[in-house]
């Protein structure tokens, strides 16, 4: 007894709708493949999951060569007439700014180290590369920033000891002209000592007190 015919619909779990997804897609691109290789055929695979990730194939070194082949079908296979090859032509633009945008977003999150289970060796190769080439460049510019900043400070402490240079001097060259007024002071108290006596009465000797007694007469 054969098999009933099987009936297609959405698969309600969740968990069994994303295994279905990854097996048929396997196969999916499987089948792209061998298409290509036993007929020589250029075959071109474009599959969103319902996430909007992005899964692809080409039977060619880069995915553009078939897209622009498809592009150039596309424009010949339209009929004459001026509304309808400027419709097709911002449906192609649209169809190639969203696979542009797709990929973009895919990159940043290989970037980030996600969704890397899809990548081959030599793509993990080829991103691994990139890092490391972004990581020299972010080095690079710290050091010169690193560098920036400790000139700036080399500066700004230049400055502040010609400054304290400064505050030195001044304060030498007042301790030079007080130093200075307190040596003239004793010589004119020696120059007015014969008018003037400073030494309390009461600490005088009777020998020096005459002299002072015979002045003031």
């Known amino acids: 007894m054969g098999r009933g015919r099987v009936q297609l619909k ?3 779990n969740k968990t069994s709708r994303q295994v279905t ?3 048929r897609r396997s196969g999916l691109r499987k089948k792209a493949h061998e298409i290509s290789v036993l007929c020589d055929a250029q075959v071109a695979l474009i599959v969103f999951n319902n996430k909007g990730k992005l899964f692809e194939f080409s039977s060619e070194s880069s995915m553009k060569i ?4 498809y592009e150039r079908h596309a424009h010949a296979a339209q009929p004459d007439g001026a509304d309808n090859e ?3 032509n911002w449906s192609l633009e649209c169809f190639k700014l969203t696979n542009k945008v ?3 977003e895919r990159n940043l999150r290989n970037y980030v180290g996600h969704d890397l289970d899809p990548l081959s060796l030599r793509e993990l190769q080829s991103l691994e590369q990139q890092l490391d080439i972004a990581i020299k460049r972010v080095r690079n510019r710290k050091n010169q920033l690193m560098n920036e900043s400790i000139s700036e400070l080399h500066k700004k402490t ?3 000891q010609e400054e304290n ?3 030195v001097k001044k304060i030498k060259e007042k301790e030079k002209t007080h130093t200075e007024s307190q040596h003239c002071w004793p010589e004119t108290l020696g120059q007015n000592s014969s008018s003037f006596n400073l030494c309390p009465p009461n600490l005088q000797s009777p020998e020096r007190m005459v002299p ?3 002045l003031g007469l």
């Open 165 to 167: 240079n400064n505050i």
């Open 10 to 12: 959405q698969i309600e």
């Open 21 to 23: 997804f990854s097996k």
């Open 102 to 104: 797709e990929v973009l």
């Open 66 to 69: 078939i897209l622009e082949r």
């Open 86 to 88: 400027s419709q097709g």
């Open 158 to 160: 230049r400055v502040l």
């Open 212 to 214: 002072s007694l015979t």
